[in-house]
């Protein structure tokens, strides 16, 4: 209940700028999506560069931005285009940009963009069903940095981590999570019921800042600087290890595990 009056209250630009405020009085990073050319410029010169999900509303952007602050290589990606914006500054700039048409999550794609060292993705991880698999990819590309923005949710007290699904809630349950009152004209699957003809257009995933960051780090990366606002969350991160993965045995030894677990005793219905 409480939590809901808290999600409603930073829902109304007033109260949610005074919070903008007062986490700023306490030292926090604010963010905003107006930053991001920022850290595309800051970390792009001399660096081969990715954008994944570089096209809508923004046409390839920040790829540009990239390709403008002295990137050596860039490529951009998304599930669709390229727009004729795209291809207008493309062709009136002479760019090298390479446009790849792919999904992130699938492995063509990944052997399509090769290793890049600075991976930029905003607005696309509460668009996929599982977003881990999504941090993974971008893992499995990332040599150096990833930066990272993302829609959240506002934190749950005394529930670290936590996560809401968006598909098949009822109307008044989506109700919360719409945004219209900052802005937000059309969320697919929040603004009206899930509509699975839209496939990545629908807002599946509303993960808490402490949820992402957790996601991020299961996926090989460290945090190094964080931006937080009361629905979105940026972050720049340092890849170290590599993502999490399960490796299944061979035959041979799988049996000899198997063997081993039984002879233990520990393996009991859950
Ligand atoms: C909300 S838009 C964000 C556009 C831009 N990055 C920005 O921040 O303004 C999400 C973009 O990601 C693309 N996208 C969604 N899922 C994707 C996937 N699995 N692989 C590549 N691109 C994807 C969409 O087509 C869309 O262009």
């Not at 096209?55 to 931005?65: L, Q, R």
């Not at 930066?147 to 809630?169: C, D, H, K, Q």
């Amino acid at each position: 209940m409480l939590y809901r009056w808290k999600v409603r209250s930073l829902k109304l630009p007033r109260l949610n700028l005074f919070w903008r405020r007062w986490r700023a009085r306490k030292g926090d990073v604010l963010g905003s999506y107006d930053r991001l050319p920022e850290y595309v410029r800051r970390h792009a010169p001399g660096r081969s560069f990715a954008d994944i999900g570089c096209m809508w509303g923004v046409n390839g952007e920040y790829a540009f931005i990239a390709e403008e602050a002295g990137a050596t290589r860039v490529t951009a990606v998304d599930v669709f285009g390229p727009t004729p914006e795209f291809e207008e500054k493309h062709r009136a700039g002479g760019s090298r940009v390479e446009f790849v048409l792919g999904d992130i999550t699938r492995a063509d794609t990944l052997d399509q963009i090769g290793e890049v060292d600075v991976v930029f993705c905003a607005g696309v991880l509460y668009h996929h069903p599982s977003p881990f698999d999504v941090l993974v990819a971008l893992r499995r590309i990332c040599r150096e940095t990833l930066i990272l923005r993302t829609s959240t949710i506002p934190e749950v007290r005394g529930l670290p981590n936590a996560a809401v699904y968006f598909p098949m809630l009822d109307a008044r349950s989506r109700e919360l999570w719409n945004l219209k009152s900052l802005g937000l004209l059309h969320q697919a699957g929040i603004s009206r019921e899930f509509e699975p003809s839209a496939g990545y257009g629908n807002w599946f995933w509303g993960l808490t800042p402490s949820c992402l960051e957790s996601l991020v780090k299961t996926a090989g990366f460290r945090v190094d600087f964080r931006a937080m606002e009361a629905f979105a969350h940026t972050v720049v991160c340092t890849a170290v290890t590599p993502a999490l993965q399960h490796d299944l045995p061979d035959a041979l030894s799988s049996r000899r595990l198997a063997a081993e677990i039984s002879a233990a005793g520990i393996a009991r219905p859950a």
